[in-house]
């Protein structure tokens, strides 16, 4: 069968073979076969060498992204199916301290431009490169049959996807659409997340081990008057007692209130 193939220029296919997943427009001699946006084509040297397998993506200066190094490997609904539940496993022990966690992450996951946040009962996706966007409906049954999850929303509003020739996409993939504010789970903290309106997927997970961090730091100072209660993290502010162990976050916000609330007064 005669794929859809994207040839190397020469000398180029170095980054492929240390298994870096992208290929750049400026690496690419031509495209056979006619494939659209999305699809998946053979990448292979200037010589023909099998390289990898990729989504295309004519519009981006990344015009392919790695599903697979391996030649006998099909890019099909099973290959997805056991990628995101092979990463969801290995995220299960977080599970114990935590409601929200990242389920998928890209191509440290194997699956390029596909990002799965679960928060408590809910699962938001956002789809972020044209291959990503060809199996969005795989990826939101699959996440949608784990259990526990009443609905899959997607947050595709980045700016990226215009790299892509892809317009911002919002709204319900599959079930029941989440409530304005979804109550969370961080340890011994709860936290209210905004899907429809926060940054990124709703709110920053990335920044757990900070927020415990802070945390400790926090304990028994007295609490900030401004907060900031979506949690816009790179610095943010917990509060623990006993009885109450709260985030105040956005210390990035309350400088910059306290030091309005200065200069008007002067």
Request: aromatic content about 10%; hydrophobic content about 40%.
């Amino acid at each position: 069968m005669n794929e859809p193939t994207l040839f190397l220029k020469p000398e180029r296919e170095k980054a492929l073979l240390r298994r870096h997943p992208w290929v750049f427009a400026g690496a690419t001699a031509n495209v056979t076969g006619n494939p659209a946006s999305g699809d998946t084509l053979v990448v292979r040297s200037a010589g023909g060498k099998f390289l990898a397998r990729a989504a295309y993506s004519p519009n981006s200066q990344i015009v392919a992204r790695v599903w697979t190094w391996d030649e006998p490997t099909a890019v099909d609904e099973a290959l997805f199916r056991q990628r995101i539940e092979k990463a969801i496993a290995g995220r299960a022990s977080l599970e114990a301290t935590t409601s929200a966690l990242r389920w998928v992450s890209a191509e440290s996951d194997g699956l390029p431009g596909v990002v799965v946040d679960r928060y408590a009962d809910f699962a938001v996706c956002q789809f972020l490169s044209a291959g990503a966007e060809k199996w969005k409906e795989t990826v939101a049954q699959t996440v949608a049959a784990q259990p526990g999850i009443k609905g899959v929303f997607e947050r595709s509003d980045v700016d990226v996807r215009e790299k892509e020739g892809l317009p911002p996409v919002t709204g319900i993939l599959t079930g029941s659409p989440p409530p304005d504010l979804i109550e969370i789970q961080e340890g011994a903290c709860r936290f209210v997340v905004d899907v429809y309106r926060g940054h990124k997927t709703g709110f920053y997970l990335d920044q757990r081990d900070n927020r415990a961090l802070v945390a400790t730091y926090a304990e028994g100072r007295p609490r900030p008057r401004r907060w900031n209660w979506r949690g816009k993290m790179l610095n943010a502010t917990a509060w623990m007692t006993r009885k109450l162990k709260m985030l105040l976050a956005t210390c990035f916000t309350f400088c910059v209130n306290t030091a309005t609330e200065a200069a008007s007064s002067t």
